[in-house]
Every structure is written in C-alpha cells, then in structure tokens.
C-alpha cells in the first residue's frame, strides 16, 4: 500500500521561503547581492542547501545568478513592471469574475477584512504591513475563483508582484491614497448583487498601479545614482 504521508520540506526549500519572506517583506532590497558564505553563515547551515534555496528562488525569478559576479535579488526594468502588470490584469479581472458569480459573500467578507487592515496599516504609515494586507486582498479572488488552474498560473507570478508591491509602494508618490479608493469600491461591489464596473475597476486600478511602480522605480533609480561617486564624476565631467 502507497505510503499517503507527505514529505517533510527539505532544508533548502525551508530556506528558501525564509529568503523569500525576506525579500517580498523589503527587508532585503531589490538587486542586493546575496553571499551563499554569508547566507550559510546567518542560518547556521552548510552552503548546500543555501545553493538549494537559491536555485529555487531562481524558478520563482526572485533571484538573478550572473555567471562569475554572485546571486542578486530581482532588480526590475520598466518593461518588467509593464509586463508583469498586463498579466496580473489578465489573470486577476478574470479571478475577481469568477469569485463574484461562484463565491460572492465569502469574497466580500475576506475584501472587506483586507480593506481593514489597509486602513488600519495606512493610518499607523506601516507600508509594509499595507502591503501584505493588499497581497491578501487580492488573493481573496483567487481563494473564491473555483478554478485551480487559474491560481496556479497566478502562483508563477505572485512572488514578484508581492515583492514589488512591498518594495516600490514605500516609494510611491501619494500612497496609499490612492488605491484605498479602489480597493472600497471592489468592496462595495461584492456586498450588492450587480458587478458590471468590476472588470474596469479593476483593471484600471492595476493600470495606475503599474505607473506609480514605475515612478517609484526610476525615483529608486536616481537616489541610487545619485549615491553613487562614480556617477556623481561622470555627471560632473558631463559623461553618460
């Protein structure tokens, strides 16, 4: 008879969703190099299954291994936020539907505790307890979707968009504001019996937000630069 038990998580996996917490938190920062001797020597193992975490991070495109330089931390491009959020759009529009046509009071209740703990997170200027509370918002359609296929294609992308939606909503201009708006209307929408504005809400909202990334973005790009002595020259020497 097959053993039905399931496999405890390896050492390596474990590890790995530590560094993934720690990247989608902010507490390790975009394009940061991550040293396996350093790694190993924080988590008391050996550099195997360091090398093991990393590998798998690498499948989830939160890490880059550039050949004879070192393992970094994911470091999007405009053109990456662009494409990421015309995904999102494509697979979320969708889960949202579907969740308001098969779950609609179960979605609304957990919309509605993850506009809460929004608010509440804005209102202490934590953004990155903001930003878990909008991960969770938006995996509520997901939950409600009834389609797994659907998740799991989401799956594929949801380590980038957590980590970005934590990372660059710090640095975002007029955040929270402005997508506390949204996210209420969403709200309002699954607690009555008609969502005809759903899909344009929010895609639209996914739209804006992909914007205020990208300003965040090139804002992260310039104090980067601007710290950097070496650019500071070539600006001087008008280099670049």
Do not use: W
Request: net charge neutral; glycine share 8%.
């Amino acid at each position: 008879m097959p053993d039905q038990t399931k496999r405890a998580p390896s050492l390596g996996a474990r590890l790995a969703d530590r560094i993934r917490g720690a990247i989608i938190s902010a507490d390790v920062d975009l394009g940061e190099a991550l040293s396996e001797d350093a790694l190993a020597a924080a988590f008391g193992v050996s550099r195997t299954p360091v090398r093991e975490a990393l590998r798998l991070l690498q499948t989830q495109g939160l890490v880059s291994v550039v050949p004879k330089s070192g393992t970094f931390v994911f470091s999007p491009s405009e053109a990456d936020i662009v494409e990421l959020c015309e995904y999102r759009s494509l697979l979320e529009v969708k889960a949202a539907c579907l969740a308001f046509e098969r779950a609609r009071a179960e979605t609304h209740a957990a919309l509605a505790a993850a506009l809460e703990e929004m608010q509440a997170a804005a209102a202490a200027d934590d953004m990155k307890r903001y930003g878990r509370a909008d991960m969770g918002f938006h995996l509520a359609f997901f939950a409600q979707c009834g389609n797994r296929y659907l998740t799991q294609a989401y799956d594929m992308c949801l380590g980038r968009v957590s980590a970005l939606r934590t990372h660059l909503a710090v640095l975002s201009q007029g955040e929270p504001a402005r997508s506390l708006g949204d996210h209420a209307r969403m709200v309002t929408l699954f607690g009555g019996t008609a969502a005809e504005d759903l899909a344009e809400i929010l895609d639209r909202h996914i739209r804006r937000t992909r914007e205020n990334y990208i300003e965040a973005l090139q804002g992260r790009l310039r104090a980067a630069a601007a710290a950097d002595p070496r650019a500071r020259l070539r600006r001087k020497l008008g280099v670049g």
